[in-house]
């Protein structure tokens, strides 16, 4: 149930986003999270759950980097 | 990010054969066991590491009644919408999908906003609003544009302090869930004393967040860690939170398999009774309830739920149960165990 693809925000009007999803776009609901155009963000069942940070997936190969 | 497999398996291998003694690591996301099946993932592990599925899949552990109060409202000639996935959940007198066989009204949607649309002209139409905090902030929206709702919603951590002090269930850590993280946060798991991992949903992320598990097993850590910073911060997503808590408050539920959990669900705040549907249909639900005779089944969903028995193990597994002839939600929703393992175990 909690399937959710990422998307980019490509128009913002209201609590509304128009989003790409690699090259499908949609409209989705954004009232749970601030985001601006431009932004990466989670999305599921209609909704953008949370803001994408990719810059921190670099912690991740920090950890690996050690092993 | 690209993730080196084989250094992973590698050390997945390597750490097991250090940690020697068998070890079972519970993923405690639906999509989580979905994706471990998809990659072949099991098939990857060291022979003493085994991965169990938990109570994750949020179609699974609705409790049947609730399932009996939706099929009743639409018996009853009350229009209502619910997600895809509730369709088939057997119900002590039937599924959803028979109620709608019967001429009941009953709508699928895959995104709440369409219930909402559908609301205008369906008067009175109720929406099942069921799921972890995933879902749950888009129902709280969905509840302030007016749309009156049944609410089977659950929270998650009080599902894990449950199967920590069930001592049959004996796990070494959490595969925590990636989605609900992104919405509660990783701080919350801290009172847990359970190697823990919040993990992704590829391939490789579950891979890395088993290696994680084993490296804290071996150096006998009990911390939360986080594979899937890109998405899940320590804080989650406050704005989130915000909406679900002026909707909603905490309550006591039924899971399925588990049983009541103190304080381990929503019900919907007085302040919105209007779109409460235990409100609005009081005397209705209320009936519906007394009415409810429970059906036996030898179905052992309550089990495998708690990784207490494989799906293998139920009687009637493959049997009499099947994907087109579901006795159990785990054989139902595609992220239950059992949907799962007759996909994919075979």
Known sequence: MCLAIPGKILKIKGETAEIDFNGIRKEVNIAMVDVAIGDFVMVHAGFAIEKMDMDLASEIQGYLDKK | ?346
């Not at chain 2, 749950?136 to 609410?151: D, E, F, K, R």
């Not at chain 2, 801290?190 to 071996?218: C, N, R, S």
């Open chain 2, 1 to 346: 990010m690209k993730l080196d497999k084989q250094k992973l398996l590698q050390s997945i291998k390597d750490n097991a054969n250090q940690i020697g003694r068998p070890l079972r690591l519970m993923e405690l996301c639906g999509t989580h066991s979905q994706s471990i099946a998809q990659h072949g993932i099991k098939s990857l592990m060291p022979k003493n590491v085994k991965l169990v599925s938990g109570p994750g899949c949020p179609v699974c552990v609705t409790d049947q009644t609730d399932i009996d109060v939706m099929v009743g409202l639409a018996l009853a000639g009350i229009p209502v919408a619910v997600y895809g996935d509730t369709m088939q959940v057997p119900g002590n007198l039937m599924s959803l999908e028979e109620a709608k066989r019967q001429g009941a009204d009953v709508s699928i949607v895959y995104d709440i906003t369409e219930a909402v649309a559908m609301s205008q002209e369906k008067r009175g139409l109720v929406f099942f609003g069921l799921g972890f905090e995933t879902t749950t902030g888009m129902t709280a929206w969905a509840i302030q544009q007016g749309l009156i709702v049944y609410c089977a919603h659950k929270i998650f951590p009080p599902a894990m302090s449950a199967l920590l002090a069930n001592k049959k269930i004996k796990v070494g850590g959490f595969l925590n869930p990636g989605h609900v993280s992104s919405i509660i946060g990783t701080k919350v798991y801290e009172q847990f004393k359970i190697p823990q991992v919040v993990a992704g949903f590829d391939g490789e992320g579950i891979l890395l967040a088993i290696e994680m598990l084993l490296t804290q097993i071996l150096e006998n850590k009990t911390i939360v860690q986080n594979a899937y910073t890109s998405l899940v911060k320590k804080d989650g997503n406050p704005k989130a939170r915000k909406l679900i808590s002026e909707v909603f408050e905490i309550s006591d539920a039924r899971w399925r398999g588990l049983g009541e959990i103190k304080k381990s669900g929503l019900k919907i705040r007085k302040k919105y009774k209007k779109q409460d549907a235990e409100f609005v249909y009081a005397n209705l639900i209320k009936k519906i309830r007394k009415e409810i005779k429970p059906k036996l089944s030898a179905c052992k969903c309550g089990l495998v739920l708690q990784g207490l028995i494989e799906s293998k193990e139920c009687p009637l597994f493959g049997k009499v149960c099947t994907l087109d002839n579901p006795q159990g939600a785990c054989m139902v929703s595609v992220e239950g165990s059992c949907n799962v393992e007759y996909r994919y175990g075979k």
